[in-house]
């Protein structure tokens, strides 16, 4: 069955630093991926939809400069949280899909800790 | 492979009649269940919970029941309106994981007016 990883699955850094959240789908070619933030009380926001080769599309009040996304290949898409700060401490969740579908293949996430 | 797995992808039923949606799951290692229900252009939300010292949680219309033994979970909606129509997920951790989360696939479900 079709499987998406992240990498890495959890990260400490400093305030200020850069980090890169890969989110790659091992067995299929995805179309489209969604990377989404996991709030406290366990929802997730979806914060911005990736397709490949052409820019992201962010949700409302996402602030695309720190939340840098690029779809690189069908099989490869990157977070990176600019300037990290405390508050950006998350659980940071991908998803993919291929074409027009309900099916989503989830990653397991990746716990985003900020000093 | 996936580790949590939502065999139907789809599923009509008539308003006021039960909606049951199943999840399987091959880690034993889980020890905690989710459901969300998703909307088209939103984000999962969070439904319902259960841990694995349970066997039913139930919160108004939805109860979820678990089956440790056949790492089976199934999410009940009783009864079913035309706004339950949605997406709904299933996702299960394991305390041993750092509570990273593993996601079926999703179930599509319409309720019929």
């Known amino acids: 069955g079709a499987v998406v990883s992240q990498h890495p699955s959890r990260v400490i850094c400093k305030s200020g630093t850069s980090v890169k959240i890969e989110c790659r789908s091992l067995?299929?070619?995805?179309?489209?991926m969604f990377w989404y933030r996991q709030f406290p009380k366990k929802s997730l926001m979806l914060m911005a939809t990736?397709?490949?080769?052409?820019?992201?599309?962010?949700e409302q009040g996402v602030e695309k400069d720190k939340f840098l996304i690029n779809h690189a290949s069908l099989t490869l898409s990157t977070l990176t949280v600019t300037s990290a700060h405390p508050e950006d401490s998350s659980f940071y969740i991908c998803?993919?899909?291929?074409?027009?579908?309900?099916?989503?293949?989830f990653g397991p996430g990746t716990r985003l800790t900020v000093l | 492979d996936q580790q949590v797995k939502q065999n139907s992808p789809s599923l009509s039923v008539q308003e006021g009649r039960i909606s049951i949606l199943n999840c399987d799951y091959t880690?034993?290692?889980?020890?905690?269940f989710l459901w969300y229900k998703k909307y088209p252009a939103e984000g999962p939300t969070f439904l319902i919970s259960?841990?694995?010292?349970?066997d039913k949680n139930e919160d108004g219309r939805f109860t979820v029941f678990l089956n440790k033994s056949a790492k089976h979970l199934s999410l009940h909606i009783v009864p079913s309106q035309p706004g339950d129509s949605a997406v709904y997920f299933c996702?299960?951790?394991?305390?041993?994981?750092?509570?990273?989360?593993?996601f079926g696939t999703g179930t599509s479900l319409t309720v019929i007016p």
């Open positions: 998803s993919a899909i291929v074409g027009r579908t309900d099916t989503q293949y």
């Open positions: 067995d299929f070619q995805a179309t489209t």
């Open positions: 990736s397709n490949e080769g052409s820019k992201a599309t962010y």
């Open positions: 880690n034993s290692m889980f020890d905690y």
């Open positions: 259960i841990s694995s010292i349970k």
């Open positions: 996702a299960a951790s394991a305390a041993n994981t750092g509570n990273q989360f593993y």
